[in-house]
T-cell receptor, first 109, second 116 residues
Framework: GQSLEQPSEVTAVEGAIVQINCTYQTSGFYGLSWYQQHDGGAPTFLSYNALDGLEETGRFSSFLSRSDSYGYLLLQELQMKDSASYFCAFPTGGFKTIFGAGTRLFVKA | GAVVSQHPSRVICKSGTSVKIECRSLDFQATTMFWYRQFPKQSLMLMATSNEGSKATYEQGVEKDKFLINHASLTLSTLTVTSAHPEDSSFYIC????????????FGSGTRLTVV
């Protein structure tokens, strides 16, 4: 089947670095994406990794290892506004996107 | 960037009535849109794929007669929840991707449906 696993919650302090891991299982893999969702809001696209390696976009970076079926989202210089849910996801052959259960990130002062 | 507008943002309806939710791509054409449902503190569950000019494709377990999807133009898809019941109360979100854009789907702002 197709599935993604990520931790349910992560807590970190303002200014710190946090890593949210994601492992996946699928027969056809096209890439791994990450979305951010604040409570009551819609998901916002953060990044997409089609190839192995690290993609950096400002304070956020995303990593993929296709051989390990594993990726992570790295958030640096954490800010209070980063408190949100983060979903890893992958597209399927029909352009549908399958989402993980989400990781709630709590940033403390 | 690409913008997807979803309306209404909140709706409260009586049990047994129908509710229509609109999803519009404002500055791009979307031959395919997706409808998701999200319960509190849970993930987004794909309900159906909306295809312009043809029938929607529903995910397993989603009742096509209850969740009517119409994609009449390249910029508009609608989801109608028919004969709504309290268990249909949820956050409904649509998404679309602009062709040729860097990968990533744009989501509408979501509709919070409460059936009383």
């Amino acid at each position: 089947g197709q599935s993604l696993e990520q931790p349910s919650e992560v807590t970190a302090v303002e200014g710190a670095i946090v890593q949210i891991n994601c492992t996946y299982q699928t027969s056809g893999f096209y890439g791994l994406s990450w979305y951010q969702q604040h409570d009551g809001g819609a998901p916002t696209f953060l990044s997409y990794n089609a190839l192995d390696g690290l993609e950096e976009t400002g304070r956020f970076s995303s990593f993929l290892s296709r051989s390990d079926s594993y990726g992570y989202l790295l958030l640096q210089e954490l800010q209070m506004k980063d408190s949100a849910s983060y979903f890893c996801a992958f597209p399927t052959g029909g352009f549908k996107t399958i989402f993980g259960a989400g990781t709630r990130l709590f940033v403390k002062a | 960037g690409a913008v997807v507008s979803q309306h209404p943002s909140r709706v409260i309806c009586k049990s047994g009535t129908s509710v229509k939710i609109e999803c519009r791509s404002l500055d791009f054409q979307a031959t395919t849109m997706f409808w998701y449902r999200q319960f509190p503190k849970q993930s987004l569950m794909l309900m159906a794929t909306s295809n312009e000019g043809s029938k929607a494709t529903y995910e397993q377990g989603v009742e096509k007669d209850k969740f009517l999807i119409n994609h009449a133009s390249l910029t508009l898809s609608t989801l109608t929840v028919t004969s709504a019941h309290p268990e249909d109360s949820s956050f409904y979100i649509c998404s679309a991707r602009e062709q040729g854009a860097s990968y990533g789907y744009t989501f509408g702002s979501g509709t919070r449906l409460t059936v009383v």
